[in-house]
């Protein structure tokens, strides 16, 4: 036997225990100060100061014409100097406290993902709300719906199948309502494409952006946001296809206003002539059912390369995605070295955070 094993004890005792508790104070007599405990107090970040004009403040942006063209620049110099925050990642928290409501008909990748990432950098939070998830799917009307959502959020945006939902929300509703897109149009888009626009040429006024076709939400916003801003639009869609005469209208009166010109052209190679910019959509979009007959009428309205030989030599090409590649557009074009796709996806964010800053202030 070792000699561990022999001056190994033959018992243990059993260790000694003893309460740690701390007896609980009785605090039925003691002070305020005592009965209370301090939350909070971390020490913020600096938020670097931001002057912003405050004339869209509670204002709804449903309709294509319901910004100025003064007040589209201002929203677009906002969006870039927020850019410009973003980029150098100094925090902007300037609706903290605030909430955005997002009501949704439609699935969505860029337009719901670039508002909930937006309002969060901005310091506020969103309220992501699918048709199924409210009682509408049971029959409460849209016009209950406005109000008591405008009792519980700051903002909304809408993303609806039929244009007069969202006019029903904003008639209702005491906050400021977005229009995330709709049947009849989508200005967020065609704002943050101003904004890219804006970017790559540095002025607006005078550029030729030429948009090849289905005559749709995407096609009517650029077109009337496009003339109101000095634009030179060139529409080439097939006769049936075509943007409506009303939108058609409202865009000749703002291009005669800024010396703009407005062509609406069957030739999808006379629209590209001389383009700064080439722009299209989808073909066939949600809830169209006649996406057979529409695939067969666009298809010589494809952009590709022999297109773009037909713009100028440093023309870019514009898509505002989801994209069906080889459908609307080649894909040598569309991931070829004129594609700017991307950074118009990128500016849904910047843009939205300027709206939603300027609106909910």
């Known amino acids: 036997m070792s000699d561990l094993a022999q001056n190994a004890p033959t018992h243990q005792t059993a260790p000694q225990l003893r309460s740690v508790?701390?007896?609980?104070?009785?605090?039925?007599?003691a002070s305020p100060s005592e009965r209370t405990i301090a939350l909070g107090g971390v020490v913020m970040p600096k938020v670097p100061s931001f002057s912003v004009s405050t004339r869209l403040r509670?204002?709804?942006v449903v309709e294509d014409t319901?910004?100025?063209a003064d007040e589209i620049l201002e929203v677009l110099d906002t969006a870039a100097r927020l850019k410009r925050l973003q980029k150098r990642g100094e925090p902007h928290p300037y609706l903290a406290g605030k909430t955005l409501g997002l009501l949704f008909q439609h699935p969505s990748t860029r337009t719901r993902v670039s508002f909930e990432a937006g309002v969060a950098q901005l310091g506020g939070q969103a309220?992501?709300?699918?048709?199924?998830?409210?009682?509408?799917?049971?029959g409460e009307t849209l016009a209950d719906t406005a109000q008591v959502l405008s009792?519980?959020?700051?903002?909304?945006?809408?993303?609806?199948?039929?244009?007069?939902?969202?006019?029903?929300?904003?008639?209702?509703?005491?906050?400021?309502?977005?229009?995330?897109?709709?049947d009849k149009s989508h200005p967020l888009q065609a704002l943050a494409d101003m904004l890219t626009l804006k970017e790559r040429f540095g002025e607006l006024k005078g550029l030729k952006v030429a948009y090849l076709g289905d005559g749709n939400n995407i096609g009517t916003s650029l077109m009337i946001i496009g003339s109101a801003l000095g634009i030179n639009m060139s529409i080439g869609s097939p006769a049936k296809y075509q943007p409506r005469d009303e939108a058609v209208s409202q865009a000749a009166w703002f291009a005669s206003?800024?010396?703009a010109t407005l062509t609406i052209t069957e030739d999808p190679f006379?629209?590209?002539?001389d383009a700064d910019a080439v722009y299209t959509d989808v073909h066939v979009s949600m809830g169209m059912n006649?996406?057979?007959?529409?695939?067969?009428?666009l298809l010589p309205y494809k952009v590709t390369t022999e297109v773009m030989a037909q713009a100028k030599s440093s023309a870019i090409f514009m898509h505002d995605l989801p994209m069906h590649r080889d459908e609307e557009v080649a894909a040598e074009v569309a991931d070829g070295p004129q594609s700017i796709i991307f950074d118009q996806a990128e500016n849904r964010l910047h843009l939205q955070k300027a709206l939603l800053l300027q609106t909910m202030i």
């Open 21 to 29: 508790e701390t007896p609980v104070a009785d605090l039925t007599n």
């Open 58 to 60: 509670g204002r709804d």
């Open 290 to 297: 006649d996406g057979a007959q529409r695939a067969v009428s």
């Open 127 to 138: 309220i992501f709300m699918g048709v199924n998830d409210l009682q509408i799917k049971r």
């Open 66 to 68: 319901d910004l100025t």
């Open 257 to 259: 206003s800024t010396k």
């Open 270 to 273: 006379e629209a590209a002539k």
């Open 151 to 182: 009792r519980y959020v700051d903002a909304m945006v809408a993303r609806v199948a039929d244009h007069n939902d969202l006019i029903t929300l904003a008639a209702n509703a005491s906050i400021p309502v977005m229009n995330g897109l709709s």
